[in-house]
T-cell receptor, first 111, second 115 residues
Framework: AQSVSQHNHHVILSEAASLELGCNYSYGGTVNLFWYVQYPGQHLQLLLKYFSGDPLVKGIKGFEAEFIKSKFSFNLRKPSVQWSDTAEYFCPTGGGNKLTFGTGTQLKVEL | DAGVIQSPRHEVTEMGQEVTLRCKPISGHDYLFWYRQTMMRGLELLIYFNNNVPIDDSGMPEDRFSAKMPNASFSTLKIQPSEPRDSAVYFC?????????????FGPGTRLTVL
């Protein structure tokens, strides 16, 4: 079964800084990778997803992630963060139709 | 289209009382998931259904928790009796299995406080 791990639990950045959140997976068959975001007080929303094709995936709000098979990684990136990007970010593990989310990465963007 | 609908949005109850949380999935979706979110444990999967049938309830913490899905458009999560440690935000999500994407759509959640 596929498993995924997120590197950082808390990240603090200043506005306009570049963002990269790490997500590493262990290959276990079909690769279905996601990033979800949860803004304060809100529910989870899909940021982007990868199943096949172009390994560079564009998501909403200027986010992107690149699937690098040789490194078993699916890191989330944004060239210039904004205060409104303050949120919790999840890179869930997948197994069939079931996803395991865990604690995610808390991102705080300071003005 | 309406997304996943949950009710109530907030629930405050006293220890020992029965609590029922409700969820209406997106029409046509055949998978339904119940999650619990706390600071300590993050987002935990409690149980999920496929075509109204419970598939995996290994995340249900104990016998005080039960979930049902009597039809394709409605599910309940019941806690009886409730305890203060059950205080959390409970999310319901649904997905379309035949889409192949496994993307889950989340409801707004129910914030439960047990005093």
């Amino acid at each position: 079964a596929q498993s995924v791990s997120q590197h950082n639990h808390h990240v603090i950045l200043s506005e306009a800084a570049s963002l990269e959140l790490g997500c590493n997976y262990s290959y276990g068959g079909t690769v279905n990778l996601f990033w979800y975001v949860q803004y304060p007080g809100q529910h989870l929303q899909l940021l982007l997803k990868y199943f096949s094709g172009d390994p560079l995936v564009k998501g909403i709000k200027g986010f992107e992630a690149e699937f690098i098979k040789s490194k078993f990684s699916f890191n989330l990136r944004k060239p210039s963060v904004q205060w409104s990007d303050t949120a919790e970010y999840f890179c869930p593990t997948g197994g069939g139709n079931k996803l395991t989310f865990g604690t995610g990465t808390q991102l705080k963007v300071e003005l | 289209d309406a997304g996943v609908i949950q009710s109530p949005r907030h629930e405050v109850t006293e220890m020992g009382q029965e609590v029922t949380l409700r969820c209406k999935p997106i029409s046509g979706h055949d998978y339904l998931f119940w999650y619990r979110q706390t600071m300590m444990r993050g987002l935990e999967l409690l149980i999920y259904f496929n075509n109204n049938v419970p598939i995996d309830d290994s995340g249900m913490p104990e016998d005080r928790f039960s979930a049902k899905m009597p039809n394709a458009s409605f599910s309940t999560l019941k806690i009886q009796p409730s305890e203060p440690r059950d205080s959390a935000v409970y999310f319901c999500a649904s997905s379309l299995g035949t889409s192949g994407s496994h993307e889950q759509f989340f409801g707004p959640g129910t914030r439960l406080t047990v005093l």
